[in-house]
C-alpha cells in the first residue's frame, strides 16, 4: 500500500512538473526563438576568425538587385510566411495576410497585435551584404539571400527599430534588449560565414568583444 501511494505521489509530482513547464512555455515570448537557432558562440568565433577583413564597398548597390519577396509555400511571400513563424495565434486568409495574431519583437522586447507594427529585418542588411561581396553575386544568389528562411537571417521586429537599424553592423547598432545580443551576433558571424561575406575592422572588433561575453 505504501509502494501505491508513493508511486502515486511521484505520478502527481511529474504531471505537476510538466503542467508548470507548459504554463512557462505558452507564456514565453514566441518569437525570441522562433529564429532558427545561430550556431554556438564557441563556433561563432571559430567562423569570425575564418572570415575575410576587407574594406567595404557600396559602388553600385541598389536594393532592387536583391528580389524579395518570393513565394516560400502555397500563398505566402516571404514576409507572410516568417509573420506565421514569428507569430503567436496567427490567422491568415486565403492569400496568407495576417489578419490577427501577436508578435514579440526580440529587438526591443515590444509585443504588436498589428502585422502593420511589424518589419521583416534582414539580419545581416542587403547594403550590408553588397558591400562585403554579395555585389559580385548572380541576382539568383542576391534573391536566395534576401528570402533565406532557413538560416537566421529573417525575422520579424518592430518596425520602426529596423528602420532605426538601418544598414549598420554590429560596430554601430545594436539591439537595444541585451538578452538578445548573443544571439545577435551569433546568427550575424553564422550568415556571413555560410555566404563567404566579409567583415571591416571595425565590425570584427565589435563581434569579437559581444563573443566574448556570450
Given at each position: 500500500?505504501?509502494?501505491f ?10 504531471a505537476?512538473?510538466g ?12 518569437a ?41 509555400s502555397?500563398?505566402?511571400n ?137
Open positions: 500500500m505504501r509502494k501511494y508513493a508511486r502515486r505521489r511521484t505520478s502527481i509530482l511529474a505537476l512538473t503542467l508548470i513547464a507548459s504554463v512557462a512555455l505558452f507564456n514565453s515570448p514566441n525570441s526563438a522562433a529564429l532558427p537557432t545561430p550556431v554556438s558562440a564557441a563556433t561563432a568565433r571559430g567562423y569570425l576568425a575564418q572570415l575575410t577583413v576587407a574594406t567595404e564597398n557600396r559602388t553600385g548597390y541598389n536594393r532592387d538587385l536583391f528580389p524579395l519577396w518570393i513565394t516560400i502555397g500563398t505566402c516571404t514576409r507572410e510566411w516568417i509573420l506565421k513563424r514569428d507569430g503567436s495565434n496567427v490567422v491568415t486568409d486565403s492569400a496568407c495576410t495576417a489578419t490577427s495574431g501577436s508578435w514579440y519583437s526580440p529587438y526591443d522586447g515590444a509585443t504588436w497585435t498589428a502585422a502593420s507594427d511589424l518589419d521583416i529585418d534582414h539580419l545581416v542588411p542587403l547594403a550590408e551584404a553588397w558591400d562585403s561581396g554579395a555585389s559580385k553575386w548572380t541576382t539568383a544568389q542576391r534573391q536566395a539571400f534576401a528570402n533565406d528562411v532557413t538560416r537566421p537571417q529573417l525575422l520579424a521586429v518592430t518596425d520602426n527599430v529596423n528602420q532605426a537599424k538601418g544598414d549598420q553592423d554590429p560596430a554601430t547598432w545594436m539591439p537595444s534588449r541585451t538578452a538578445y545580443r548573443c544571439t545577435y551576433v551569433r546568427a550575424w558571424v553564422q550568415v556571413k560565414y555560410y555566404y563567404g561575406l566579409s567583415v571591416d575592422s571595425a565590425e570584427k572588433s565589435a563581434l569579437t568583444n559581444y563573443l566574448a561575453g556570450c
